[in-house]
């Protein structure tokens, strides 16, 4: 089910709630807190063209549906995959990011402030896309603040925003730094760090030493020495750890092609030799 809202001159956004994790989450949290009716929504924008700080995993489905990666790109966009593969999300994604590109900041916040009327728990950028800007995320912030029984809860690669917003993002709003984005090399991860700032890690063989029977993964980078990562055991897992504030870790998934795979395969061997 789709819906769609329509304010401040006529704007609208289009929210999804058929994405079959945010269905489970739903149902998960209906359980545990005993309101039957509780609603979790997401928001889509566009995979690659809205995520201006991605890297490893930056790509994006062009005018002529064609699936295209970045030069860096070492594991595949499952949002972009998704949008070759179902073109009505990439122009739902292609919508919403006209809306927030258009709308005033006192817009913004009107727009999200409906989410929240509607829904109880609201995940920004489900599927594709990241903040378009600091006005984005900051309407997101103030519509958190003026709902402070509502959760919001996601991730970003723009550590520019969280860095600026660190001790001014609401407690009913949690957002994970997504590892494999252009602000990495800025970033000295250890313990203290990736409390500050909770961090979401893709886990593949290459990089990390997994240990099934634990569900814990070590990483094999310098960078992330020491750091031991929860794996995810239930879709909605990634709620939890994030509303927590822990840091964690995704095991890769989607189709990778033969590129991502032999740049992975590289990269495993410059940074991570067999110790």
Sequence with gaps: MTKYFNFVQDKSLILSQNNEKLLELQKHLRQ???????????????????????????????KNNKYQIGPETIHECFGA??????????????????????????QLIEIFDEILDYADVYRPQAIGGDYKSTEH???????????????????????????MFKNKIPENMAINYSYGGKWDSQIKYNTKITKDVPTTFVITPQLWDIYEDSLIAKSKLPELEGIEVPLQKEKYDD????????S????????????????????????????
Excluded at 39 to 60: K, Q, Y
């Design 32 to 62: 545990t807190s005993g309101n039957p009716n509780l609603i979790v929504v997401s928001t889509n924008m566009r995979a690659g063209l809205d995520c201006t700080a991605a890297n490893e995993c930056f790509a994006f489905v062009d």
């Design 248 to 275: 964690f870790g995704i095991l890769i998934h989607g189709t990778q092609s033969k590129v991502t795979k032999e740049r992975l395969n590289q990269k495993s061997i410059e940074v991570a030799p067999e110790r």
């Design 137 to 163: 995320f900051k309407a997101v912030m103030v519509a958190a603040e003026n709902h402070p029984t509502k959760t919001i809860f996601g991730y970003t690669k723009r550590f520019d925003i969280l860095r």
């Design 81 to 106: 995959l998704l949008e070759r593969r179902l073109p009505h999300l990439r122009n739902i994604g292609s919508y919403n990011s006209e809306i927030i590109e258009k709308s005033t900041f006192k």
């Design 239 to 246: 709620y939890n750890f994030i509303v927590n504030r822990k």
